[in-house]
Protein backbone atom coordinates (compact mmCIF):
# COMPACT_ATOMS: atom_id res chain seq x y z
CA UNK A 1 0.00 0.00 0.00
CA UNK A 2 1.54 3.37 -1.16
CA UNK A 3 1.40 5.75 1.59
CA UNK A 4 2.67 8.98 2.92
CA UNK A 5 3.04 9.86 6.95
CA UNK A 6 3.87 13.05 8.35
CA UNK A 7 5.67 13.23 11.99
CA UNK A 8 6.96 15.96 14.01
CA UNK A 9 3.59 18.10 15.11
CA UNK A 10 3.19 19.35 18.59
CA UNK A 11 2.33 22.37 20.48
CA UNK A 12 4.95 24.96 20.68
CA UNK A 13 5.27 28.35 21.79
CA UNK A 14 5.66 31.32 19.59
CA UNK A 15 9.31 31.84 18.40
CA UNK A 16 9.60 28.12 19.13
CA UNK A 17 10.72 25.48 16.29
CA UNK A 18 9.26 22.45 14.88
CA UNK A 19 11.06 19.79 12.09
CA UNK A 20 8.27 18.01 10.60
CA UNK A 21 8.63 14.59 8.66
CA UNK A 22 7.22 13.01 5.63
CA UNK A 23 8.23 9.47 5.00
CA UNK A 24 6.87 6.70 2.63
CA UNK A 25 5.93 3.74 2.60
CA UNK A 26 5.27 1.00 -0.23
CA UNK A 27 7.44 3.60 -2.73
CA UNK A 28 10.37 5.40 -2.88
CA UNK A 29 9.82 9.16 -2.81
CA UNK A 30 13.12 10.04 -5.51
CA UNK A 31 11.30 10.39 -8.17
CA UNK A 32 9.09 12.99 -6.54
CA UNK A 33 8.72 16.46 -5.98
CA UNK A 34 7.42 17.26 -2.63
CA UNK A 35 4.73 19.44 -1.26
CA UNK A 36 3.92 20.56 2.03
CA UNK A 37 0.34 22.04 2.93
CA UNK A 38 -1.56 23.37 5.84
CA UNK A 39 -5.48 23.67 6.63
CA UNK A 40 -7.33 25.25 9.34
CA UNK A 41 -10.44 24.64 10.14
CA UNK A 42 -12.99 26.62 8.27
CA UNK A 43 -10.52 27.36 5.67
CA UNK A 44 -9.12 26.32 2.36
CA UNK A 45 -5.66 23.81 2.41
CA UNK A 46 -3.12 25.99 1.37
CA UNK A 47 0.85 25.54 -0.52
CA UNK A 48 3.45 26.17 2.15
CA UNK A 49 6.32 25.04 0.20
CA UNK A 50 7.81 22.55 -2.60
CA UNK A 51 11.13 20.81 -3.46
CA UNK A 52 11.50 19.11 -6.15
CA UNK A 53 12.81 15.47 -6.50
CA UNK A 54 16.64 16.04 -6.68
CA UNK A 55 16.38 18.58 -4.60
CA UNK A 56 17.48 21.32 -6.15
CA UNK A 57 14.53 23.30 -6.21
CA UNK A 58 12.59 24.75 -3.34
CA UNK A 59 9.72 27.05 -3.23
CA UNK A 60 7.48 28.64 -0.43
CA UNK A 61 4.80 30.71 0.24
CA UNK A 62 5.50 34.22 1.28
CA UNK A 63 4.14 33.75 5.02
CA UNK A 64 7.13 30.97 5.58
CA UNK A 65 9.62 32.65 3.49
CA UNK A 66 12.58 33.30 6.02
CA UNK A 67 11.13 31.53 8.57
CA UNK A 68 10.55 27.59 7.15
CA UNK A 69 13.18 25.72 5.22
CA UNK A 70 12.23 21.93 3.19
CA UNK A 71 14.91 19.54 2.26
CA UNK A 72 15.53 15.55 1.80
CA UNK A 73 17.29 12.82 2.24
CA UNK A 74 16.31 10.62 -0.10
CA UNK A 75 18.53 7.66 1.48
CA UNK A 76 16.18 7.70 4.09
CA UNK A 77 13.39 8.08 1.90
CA UNK A 78 11.91 11.47 4.03
CA UNK A 79 11.20 14.84 3.33
CA UNK A 80 12.07 17.16 6.11
CA UNK A 81 10.29 20.87 6.98
CA UNK A 82 12.26 22.99 9.55
CA UNK A 83 9.85 25.74 11.22
CA UNK A 84 11.78 28.49 12.87
CA UNK A 85 10.05 31.67 14.26
CA UNK A 86 6.81 30.01 14.50
CA UNK A 87 3.62 32.16 15.03
CA UNK A 88 0.08 31.62 16.33
CA UNK A 89 -0.83 31.53 12.63
CA UNK A 90 1.08 28.84 11.53
CA UNK A 91 -1.30 26.85 14.14
CA UNK A 92 -2.75 24.14 11.25
CA UNK A 93 -2.88 20.75 10.22
CA UNK A 94 0.50 20.10 8.07
CA UNK A 95 0.03 17.58 4.90
CA UNK A 96 2.49 16.58 2.83
CA UNK A 97 2.07 15.29 -0.71
CA UNK A 98 3.97 13.76 -3.75
CA UNK A 99 3.99 14.77 -7.30
CA UNK A 100 5.22 12.71 -10.24
CA UNK A 101 5.97 15.83 -11.67
CA UNK A 102 7.56 19.11 -10.10
CA UNK A 103 6.19 22.35 -11.59
CA UNK A 104 8.49 25.53 -11.20
CA UNK A 105 5.07 27.33 -11.41
CA UNK A 106 2.55 25.49 -9.75
CA UNK A 107 4.14 23.95 -7.71
CA UNK A 108 0.62 24.48 -4.96
CA UNK A 109 -1.57 23.08 -7.16
CA UNK A 110 -3.13 19.91 -5.84
CA UNK A 111 -3.91 18.81 -9.27
CA UNK A 112 -0.10 17.96 -9.56
CA UNK A 113 0.06 15.75 -6.22
CA UNK A 114 -0.54 11.64 -6.46
CA UNK A 115 -0.55 10.73 -2.93
CA UNK A 116 -1.21 12.51 0.20
CA UNK A 117 -0.64 11.74 4.12
CA UNK A 118 -3.14 12.01 6.67
CA UNK A 119 -1.86 15.21 8.23
CA UNK A 120 -0.05 16.67 11.79
CA UNK A 121 -1.31 19.27 13.86
CA UNK A 122 0.95 21.98 14.79
CA UNK A 123 0.00 24.62 17.77
CA UNK A 124 1.61 27.28 18.18
CA UNK A 125 0.65 28.97 21.32
CA UNK A 126 1.62 30.22 24.79
Known amino acids: QLQLVESGGGLVQPGGSLRLSCSASGFTLDYYAIGWFRQVPGKEREGVSC????????NYADSVKGRFTVSRNNAKNTVYLQMNSLKPEDTAVYYC???????????????????WGHGTQVTVSS
Open 51 to 58: ISSSGGST
Open 97 to 115: AAASQYSGTYYFAEALYDY
